[in-house]
Antibody, heavy 126, light 109 residues
Framework: QVQLQESGPGLVKPSQTLSLTCTVSGGSISSGGYYWSWIRQHPGKGLEWIGYIYYSGSTYYNPSLKSRVTISVDTSKNQFSLKLSSVTAADTAVYYCAREGEDCSGGSCYNWFDPWGQGTLVTVSS | DIQMTQSPSSLSASVGDRVTITCRAS??????LNWYQQKPGKAPKLLIY???SLQSGVPSRFSGSGSGTDFTLTISSLQPEDFATYYCQQSYSTPRGFTFGPGTKVDIK
């Protein structure tokens, strides 16, 4: 059973770079077939997809965050990481990593997020 | 961008009640719609994918329906463990740009 676990600083100063890592266990990122995503949730608010990476290194980011986001993968450690630069208080949120599954068996490809990591709260404050 | 709305934003119900939550997309998304359940302090959990397919391990009292712009999540007989917030999410946008609804909180009457 695949499990994901986020790690990284819980407090980041404004204008600095937020860095988080997601460690995957119970399955290999390099086996392919899945996209590895970051999603965030502002306190008491809804969910915002940040971006994904494939094991090959190909990425796609939410256009609203694209200029500040970098997602990378380290298949040797079975980890993928998020960097968000020039953070402000508006970036305070719980950050989740998640696996994006895909089913194309019916001719159309359906995608969903499962499983998710437990989430980690990152606060941007001086 | 495809915008998702949900109604109601919250509801109160009793154990055993039939509960229906509605999700609407700003444009047709065929059946590219997922439902998640989130309990306080926990990560979202996938319940339904492709509008009506039940994720493995999810109780059969959960069901999803709809296509195009209007979708529903139904809990046939609400159980104590079902009190949570429910989110819909569209997976139609290509390339990615998946968006979530604002959520519906189900609490105890």
């Amino acid at each position: 059973q695949v499990q994901l676990q986020e790690s990284g600083p819980g407090l980041v100063k404004p204008s600095q770079t937020l860095s988080l890592t997601c460690t995957v266990s119970g399955g290999s990122i390099s086996s392919g077939g899945y996209y590895w995503s970051w999603i965030r949730q502002h306190p008491g608010k809804g969910l915002e997809w940040i971006g994904y990476i494939y094991y090959s290194g190909s990425t796609y980011y939410n256009p609203s965050l694209k200029s500040r986001v970098t997602i990378s993968v380290d298949t040797s450690k079975n980890q993928f990481s998020l960097k968000l630069s020039s953070v402000t208080a508006a970036d305070t949120a719980v950050y989740y990593c998640a696996r994006e599954g895909e089913d194309c068996s019916g001719g159309s490809c359906y995608n969903w997020f499962d499983p998710w990591g437990q989430g980690t709260l990152v606060t941007v404050s001086s | 961008d495809i915008q998702m709305t949900q109604s109601p934003s919250s509801l109160s119900a009793s154990v055993g009640d039939r509960v229906t939550i509605t999700c609407r997309a700003s444009q047709s998304i065929s059946s590219y719609l997922n439902w998640y359940q989130q309990k306080p302090g926990k990560a979202p959990k996938l319940l339904i994918y492709a509008a009506s397919s039940l994720q493995s391990g999810v109780p059969s009292r959960f069901s999803g329906s709809g296509s195009g712009t209007d979708f529903t999540l139904t809990i046939s007989s609400l159980q104590p463990e079902d009190f949570a917030t429910y989110y819909c999410q569209q997976s139609y946008s290509t390339p990615r740009g998946f968006t979530f609804g604002p959520g519906t909180k189900v609490d105890i009457k």
